[in-house]
């Protein structure tokens, strides 16, 4: 059964609402086979005592859990690096660094998938790509389905599940269908869904987060501006990896407006990078392989840091984050790609206080 996401948009007093779902379920397999013995992710929400004059005090700290991928200057990956390589600075402060991994971690994926007219062409390559990747899952790995036209057109085909037949199955059954096509809608409500189904779980079974985005990187009709969905990524552990198919849209700009063509690939780019993703854009499907390995990498093989933030207070500013690494042998130079920054929690909301715009919730 397959989960469509509506919309909702609030004028003054009126309210239109439109959301008919059906609850996806699925179990999830464990496939068999010996494999590593994953680091947990630390809890995102440690506590700790601070002894007063009048006893024990619990305090709760806000852990920052950051996702690293260190290249060299040719863009091949470095992995032979340990704590002491690594510096974080949060607005320019250096941070301490309280938590260090390099161990396979598993990782809960959703494919975002295109299917468009625009993709028509690309389509097969596609559903082969995300076999692909679905293939290189291990046995802790689980992955979502969603597939998505215009804004009434984003459905959740698979949810999350480790079971590798269900997943292809559901690949297999994509088709093209014509609408307008509503990527920002479907990336914020893929992240919600990554998002929620990770605070279901456990803190000792919580894993990376991701999203493998495939678009032609033209947005023509999403209910949720592009501000909003950046202010959302920014509250959000969620790496953004994308594969855009933009050489087929028009390279002709306006007067002062970038082209069709530049203004898709900024986007998906900065979607990217500012999630400490990667964003690549094939000129034929025969890349799609290729690139699909190279993400399925790029997920298993990251450094994961966290530090408890000086600044500690709460009160939902953005906090820039920097991590720098030190140079490898004969001055090599070596580069560390993570989120740019995460907003701190807030606990000064006022009663009354509007909130930022949610999308409707699936039922």
Do not use: C
């Not at 007093?13 to 999830?28: P, Q, R, Y």
């Not at 530090?307 to 690494?325: A, H």
């Amino acid at each position: 059964m397959k989960t469509p996401f509506y919309f909702a948009v609030f004028i003054f007093a009126a309210a239109a609402i439109a959301l008919a779902a059906g609850g996806v379920t699925s179990s999830a397999q464990t496939a068999a086979g010996t494999q590593p013995s994953p680091t947990p992710t630390p809890s995102p929400k440690p506590t700790i005592d601070v002894f007063a004059d009048t006893g024990p005090i619990t305090v709760e700290t806000e852990l920052v859990n950051l996702n690293v991928r260190v290249i060299d200057r040719n863009n091949k990956p470095v992995n032979n690096l340990t704590e002491k390589d690594f510096k974080i600075f949060e607005d320019g402060v250096p941070q301490q660094i309280d938590f260090f991994s390099k161990s396979l971690i598993p990782t809960n994926y959703a494919l975002v998938l295109d299917n468009s007219g625009s993709l028509r062409s690309q389509l097969e390559k596609v559903i082969e790509a995300g076999k692909v990747l679905v293939a290189t899952n291990t046995p802790e790995d689980e992955t979502a389905i969603i597939r998505f036209v215009g804004r009434d057109k984003i459905s959740i085909e698979q949810d999350f599940t480790a079971n590798k037949d269900d997943l292809n199955a559901e690949l297999d059954n994509l088709y093209i269908e014509g609408g307008q096509t509503a990527i920002i809608d479907a990336v914020y409500l893929a992240v919600e869904n990554v998002d929620q189904y990770e605070k279901s779980t456990s803190a000792a079974d919580r894993k990376r987060r991701a999203i493998v985005l495939v678009t032609d990187g033209e947005d023509r009709d999403s209910y949720f501006t592009e501000k909003q969905l950046f202010d959302q990524l920014r509250e959000s552990e969620t790496q953004i990896y994308v594969i855009g198919f933009v050489d087929d849209l028009s390279k002709e700009g306006g007067f002062i407006g970038k082209s069709p063509q530049a203004k898709a690939k900024a986007f998906l780019q900065r979607m990217a990078e500012e999630t400490g993703g990667k964003a690549y854009f094939p000129s034929s499907t025969a890349e799609l392989n290729g690139i699909a390995k190279d993400i399925a990498s790029e997920l298993r093989t990251q450094f994961s840091i966290g530090y408890l933030p000086s600044n500690d207070r709460k009160d939902g500013t953005y906090r820039n984050i920097r991590v720098q690494v030190a140079d490898g042998p004969n001055k090599e130079k070596r580069i560390a790609i993570t989120r740019t920054g995460r907003v701190a929690d807030n606990d000064d909301l006022k009663p009354g206080k509007t909130p930022a715009p949610t999308p409707p919730k699936k039922q």
